[in-house]
């Protein structure tokens, strides 16, 4: 459950630190005194979209941390699986703040998260029911996955799930085959052609930059055969005259000098030594030469020749070698798809027939589960709706296996529908034309309470409930919270005083000027605080002896 929350420079909240106990708390306050914003942190916190007004004026962030302990080990556990370790202590602590910049950031017990993880979390630790859900009982597309929600059909929608992918793969491909035969004969003609030319063109790895380079060399061979040739000459190529012949000379003339000299014997090894580079110079000069074209013209209008059309190609079908190839690989891979297309749909048939009987086997276990809770559901929700003063409303929820030539959707081959009678006689209607907004909150209320048994969620907050209805049925609404409080957190944010009354703990939201700005603060409320709120809540703009007495009276008999 929630043990606490800390909020810092959210809207007109500084910084605000709320302590919430187990049962069922109740949350009121004047129009306006901060509510509404109370929620929007704990949206927030769940990893709601923020917005810049969030951030109190003059801040430069906002933050929420809230506090939950108490798991139960089922929670602790997917927590776990998550990672989202509980704490020894068996507590789990998130913060989410936002920046002024527009940045937010987010850690579970002290460890930065994702937002798609920290929604995954909170989903299994909160819930959240505003007055704008039952607008999702205006609409059909959202009974599927109610009823979903109370089936805990997970697994099995998983299966089914993994079967339909490869079904919905399967008719794409034969859909894309059985193309109009026109454009299936116009695309082979086309890979045919573009085949064909690339083929004829010998692309080869590399070679652009070779021709390039040789291209370069050419261009400069007058100035690389006449300084290559000097070079050669100059080390070797002369017979008396080259750098070899008067070193070698050189160093003869030293040597002999060694039996006088030791040091005539050191300067001819220093010489010898030198000799052998200079004859691999001599030989490299050589080869530079030698590797002059006797037709420089001719070869060069080869190669720009050749690099017109690697250009040519290059513009048609990739920026290098590697991507023509590539294209050519694809184009080749591509028209033999289509020449045995045939084969391949007999083939793609086959598998759709095993496909589809899997398709339907795995939808009707859905339906036979779903079919089992829509029976279940239907019951809970009539017996709560009964007790808050809805006894002759009919509730059920339908469950179809859909007709269409291809029943299969991502969720199953199923329709869903709530219907409702909402007077004695009338038959089933669809629940989106029928219900008023009274009959909606509290059929939202007997659906949310139904569910919430169920899926193990820890904490579950309604905020203003009470929309639509008054009186005595305001008075078993809050029983019926109280009743859902036995096994579960339950934090309501009421204006009214019969739902009230009946919390474990009562809290009052309220402002309070501070420094000359309001700043919304927080107050648990003793009986006799509770009392004087009560009878605020009954009175218009002054509270009368006789409100106070009434107060008095909800508090005796909620006791």
């Known amino acids: 459950m929630l043990l606490s929350l800390h909020i810092e420079n959210v809207a007109i909240i500084r910084s605000l630190d709320i302590d919430f106990s187990s049962g069922f708390t109740a949350l009121t306050g004047e129009t306006g005194a901060g509510k509404s914003i109370l929620i929007d942190s704990i949206h927030f916190l769940m990893g709601g979209r923020a917005e810049r007004d969030l951030i109190r004026r003059?801040?430069?962030?906002?933050?929420?941390?809230?506090?939950?302990?108490?798991?139960?080990?089922?929670?602790?556990?997917?927590?776990?699986?998550?990672?989202?370790?509980?704490?020894?202590?068996?507590?789990?602590?998130i913060e989410r703040r936002f920046h002024a910049d527009s940045r937010s950031s987010a850690r579970i017990n002290g460890r930065a998260v994702n937002l798609s993880l920290l929604r995954e979390v909170a989903a299994m630790l909160i819930s959240i029911h505003g007055q704008n859900d039952n607008h999702l009982l205006l609409q059909r597309k959202n009974y599927l996955s109610i009823l979903d929600s109370y089936a805990s059909v997970e697994p099995l929608l998983r299966d089914y799930r993994t079967v339909y992918e490869h079904l919905i793969e399967n008719r794409n491909e034969i859909a894309a085959l059985k193309r109009d035969e026109g454009e299936k004969l116009r695309e082979c003609e086309m890979l045919r052609y573009q085949i064909s030319d690339i083929e004829s063109a010998h692309i080869k790895l590399g070679e652009e930059d070779a021709l390039l380079t040789e291209k370069a060399k050419i261009r400069n061979m007058e100035k690389i055969f006449k300084q290559a040739d000097f070079a050669y000459r100059a080390l070797k190529g002369s017979e008396k005259g080259s750098a070899y012949y008067l070193i070698l000379r050189a160093s003869d003339a030293l040597q002999k000098l060694s039996d006088i000299l030791p040091s005539g014997g050191k300067a001819a090894e220093l010489l010898e030594s030198s000799l052998s580079g200079i004859e691999a110079a001599a030989e490299i000069a050589a080869e530079m030469s030698a590797d002059c074209v006797d037709a420089p013209e001719k070869r060069l209008d080869e190669i720009e020749e050749r690099l017109d059309i690697i250009t040519k190609m290059r513009r048609k079908y990739g920026a290098d070698e590697?991507?023509?190839?590539?294209?050519?690989?694809?184009?080749?891979?591509?028209?033999?798809?289509?020449?045995?297309?045939?084969?391949?749909?007999?083939?793609?048939?086959?598998?759709?027939?095993?496909?589809?009987?899997?398709?339907?086997?795995?939808?009707?276990?859905?339906?036979?589960?779903?079919?089992?809770?829509?029976?279940?559901?239907?019951?809970?929700?009539?017996?709560?709706?009964?007790?808050?003063?809805?006894?002759?409303?009919?509730?059920?929820?339908?469950?179809?296996?859909?007709?269409?030539?291809?029943?299969?959707?991502?969720?199953?081959?199923?329709?869903?529908?709530?219907?409702?009678?909402?007077?004695?006689?009338?038959?089933?209607?669809?629940?989106?034309?029928?219900?008023?907004?009274?009959?909606?909150?509290?059929?939202?209320?007997?659906?949310?309470?139904?569910?919430?048994?169920?899926?193990?969620?820890?904490?579950?907050?309604?905020?203003?409930?009470?929309?639509?209805?008054?009186?005595?049925?305001?008075?078993?609404?809050?029983?019926?919270?109280?009743?859902?409080?036995?096994?579960?957190?339950?934090?309501?944010?009421?204006?009214?005083?019969?739902?009230?009354?009946?919390?474990?703990?009562?809290?009052?939201?309220?402002?309070?000027?501070?420094?000359?700005?309001?700043?919304?603060?927080?107050?648990?409320?003793?009986?006799?605080?509770?009392?004087d709120e009560l009878a605020r809540i009954l009175g218009g703009i002054s509270v009368t002896e006789a409100q106070y007495k009434a107060a008095e009276d909800l508090m005796v008999y909620s006791d």
């Open 58 to 93: 003059g801040a430069d962030s906002a933050s929420v941390s809230g506090l939950f302990g108490d798991l139960l080990p089922t929670v602790a556990s997917k927590l776990s699986e998550l990672g989202a370790q509980p704490d020894e202590d068996g507590t789990l602590l």
């Open 322 to 531: 590697a991507a023509i190839l590539s294209f050519l690989k694809n184009a080749r891979e591509r028209l033999e798809l289509l020449e045995t297309a045939d084969a391949r749909i007999e083939e793609l048939q086959k598998q759709q027939k095993d496909l589809l009987q899997k398709a339907d086997a795995a939808a009707d276990q859905l339906h036979q589960k779903r079919a089992a809770a829509a029976k279940e559901l239907s019951c809970n929700v009539c017996s709560v709706l009964s007790f808050l003063d809805m006894p002759k409303v009919k509730f059920e929820v339908s469950v179809a296996r859909n007709q269409d030539d291809f029943p299969f959707t991502a969720n199953g081959a199923d329709t869903v529908l709530f219907l409702v009678s909402a007077n004695p006689g009338e038959p089933l209607g669809d629940l989106s034309h029928i219900a008023s907004g009274g009959e909606l909150s509290r059929i939202m209320l007997a659906l949310k309470s139904a569910i919430t048994d169920k899926d193990g969620i820890p904490t579950v907050i309604y905020d203003e409930v009470d929309t639509g209805v008054s009186g005595k049925t305001a008075r078993k609404v809050g029983i019926q919270l109280k009743r859902s409080a036995e096994s579960i957190q339950v934090l309501c944010v009421t204006h009214s005083a019969q739902i009230a009354s009946l919390a474990d703990c009562h809290s009052l939201i309220h402002k309070e000027e501070v420094a000359g700005r309001n700043e919304t603060q927080v107050r648990v409320l003793d009986r006799q605080g509770r009392i």
